[in-house]
């Protein structure tokens, strides 16, 4: 049974930066890529960013790319999203996700455990 936990939001203003993290348990981490997903009040979930088990292939979507930077501590089962340079349209709930595989396509797709999410509040 995985289970992600992620902490990290919180509200900045227009310009600033937050990094959200990521813990997992219950799975064997650096055997399987992970995802950045968010979802504003009634909008649908969009993808973010993903990286591979290893590392070593990261992938963003084109609205936060070089604005976003993911990465993973795999001796702390641990993803991380550094945000820089945030805009009120990146408010949203943020959600970690496993894909139980170690590679990712481009788009990434499959992801199959879900973390509660953390909030992140953005303001002009």
């Known amino acids: 049974q995985a289970q992600l936990v992620e902490s990290g939001g919180g509200s900045v203003q227009a310009g600033g930066s937050l990094i959200l993290s990521c813990t997992a348990s219950g799975l064997t981490f650096n055997t399987y890529a992970m995802g950045w997903f968010r979802q504003a009040p009634g909008k649908e979930r969009e993808y973010v960013a993903a990286?591979?088990?290893?590392?070593?292939?990261?992938f963003y979507d084109r609205s936060v790319k070089g604005r976003f930077t993911i990465s993973r501590d795999n001796s702390k089962n641990t993803v991380y999203l550094q945000m820089n340079s945030l805009k009120p349209e990146d408010t949203a709930v943020y959600y970690c996700a496993v894909r139980r595989r170690a590679v990712l396509s481009d788009p990434p797709t499959a992801f199959d455990y879900w973390g509660q999410g953390t909030q992140v509040t953005v303001s002009s």
């Open positions: 990286i591979n088990a290893g590392g070593g292939s990261t």
